[in-house]
């Protein structure tokens, strides 16, 4: 049973995705990740760009839950800069 993202994250700070890997190159931390403090949460800007969010979006499986259900973040969501 998959469990909803949060906006912990850890995936994108852990293992940025293939597209910021295709857009970005190898980074450690995919430059399209933004902590929003009114939402409490990250954001994906990839995934939110008009241009490049519907392939960023299906790649990432978006609507199909975490990737990391187990992961404590979940549980500690916060700007970890």
Do not use: F, T
């Amino acid at each position: 049973m998959s469990k909803p993202c949060v906006g912990c994250g850890w995936c994108c700070l852990d293992n940025p995705c293939e597209e910021s890997h295709r857009q970005y190159g190898y980074q450690k931390r995919c430059p399209d990740l933004k902590w929003d403090a009114g939402q409490n949460r990250y954001l994906c800007m990839m995934m939110l760009d008009v241009e490049k969010g519907e392939q960023a979006r299906k790649s990432n499986h978006e609507g199909q839950g975490c990737y990391a259900p187990l992961n404590k973040w979940r549980d500690d969501i916060k700007d970890r800069g």
